[in-house]
Antibody
């Protein structure tokens, strides 16, 4: 069965750092681009970042560029999001989402259940 | 960036009646390689992650009931639920994947009247 499981969400102070992980199973992980999408409490969806299947290309929303880094370890079927210089406005549920091609994420046919990141003092 | 604008923000429809959600992109999202519009629709039920229901503007994802349909071209798109069922209560989002950054509409909440 195909599955994505996020972890690493926590309460962190402004300016702090956090690393999210997403463990994938049930599909050939390296064949698909992956993304992080977030949802602030009671708000809509916001795409955060994407990475190609082999990890050679990465993309970021302007709101996180220079602070967040996406990466993947295809030997471990795991996607990561390193988040630095966190701000209150980064508070959200972070979803890991599977794209439908290797080069770019396009749309997302599989989502994890999300992990909550709260940035507050 | 391509801005996606959904309307209405919410709607209440009687069981068995039609629900129509609109999505407008700030520029064309027609992918020239296949002449299809780069638009997806998602359904998000309370406490759950989003679920893909439509891609390429009108292609239904496997397992999605045929009461869900997508249409439109250019910059104007529509998601139609032909006969609303109780399990369709959710927030619906459109998303363009024509260019980065990928962008979502603000969402439309569908409720039972």
């Amino acid at each position: 069965e195909v599955h994505l499981l996020e972890s690493g969400g926590d309460l962190v102070q402004p300016g702090g750092s956090l690393r999210l992980s997403c463990a994938a199973s049930g599909f050939t992980f390296s064949s698909y681009a992956m993304s992080w999408v977030r949802q602030a409490p009671g708000k809509g969806l916001e795409w955060v970042s994407a990475i190609s299947g082999i990890g050679s290309s990465t993309y970021y929303a302007d709101s996180v560029k220079g602070r967040f880094t996406i990466s993947r370890d295809n030997s471990k079927n795991t996607l990561y999001l390193q988040m630095n210089s966190l701000r209150a406005e980064d508070t959200a549920v972070y979803y890991c989402a599977k794209g439908v091609s290797s080069g770019s994420a396009r749309y997302f046919d599989l989502w994890g259940r999300g992990t909550l990141v709260t940035v507050s003092s | 960036d391509i801005v996606m604008t959904q309307s209405p923000d919410s709607l209440a429809v009687s069981l068995g009646e039609r629900a129509t959600i609109n999505c407008k992109s700030s520029q064309t999202i027609l992918y020239s390689s296949n002449n299809k519009n780069s638009l997806a629709w998602y359904q998000q039920k309370p406490g759950q992650p989003p679920h893909l229901i439509i891609y390429w503007a009108s292609t239904r994802e496997s397992g999605v009931p045929d009461r869900f349909s997508g249409s439109g071209s250019g910059t104007d798109f529509t998601l139609t639920i032909s006969s609303l069922q109780a399990e369709d209560v959710a927030v619906y989002y459109c998303q363009q994947y024509y260019s980065n950054p990928l962008t979502f509409g603000g969402g439309t909440k569908v409720e039972i009247k």
